[in-house]
């Protein structure tokens, strides 16, 4: 496992929010190995032509992000697994507000 790539923790937290293959196209990369490409991309700001080969090819990731930004599995899981963990009390919940005000003369 490298840096920044998924635990087996998150991993099988996010699992049951993943769509799974219908079949009808062929088999799907791993999930997992196309996640931590995408996060791979978003931390360091990479083209996706320049993402490292652990990830898969490129195509397949990049396809992948915009599947799920359009089909509103990323939005899900950005709702859901969060809200399943507060739910059985795995999440402190904390509210932090910062406020900075400038006055101009």
């Not at 920044?4 to 999930?31: A, I, K, M, Q, Y």
């Not at 995408?38 to 992948?64: N, S």
């Not at 899900?76 to 101009?104: K, N, Y």
Request: hydrophobic share 35%.
């Amino acid at each position: 496992m490298w840096r920044g790539d998924l635990s087996d923790t998150e991993w099988d937290r996010l699992r049951p929010f993943l769509p799974v293959s219908n079949r009808r196209c062929g088999r799907w990369r791993d999930h997992r190995q196309v996640i931590d490409g995408i996060l791979h991309r978003v931390r360091t700001g990479v083209q996706w032509r320049d993402l490292e080969e652990r990830f898969g090819p490129w195509k397949t990731v990049c396809e992948r992000h915009r599947l799920w930004s359009a089909d509103g599995t990323r939005e899900r899981l950005l709702q859901q697994a969060p809200a399943a963990e507060g739910a059985a009390g795995e999440i402190d919940w904390e509210i932090s507000v910062e406020s900075t005000i400038v006055f101009l003369a």
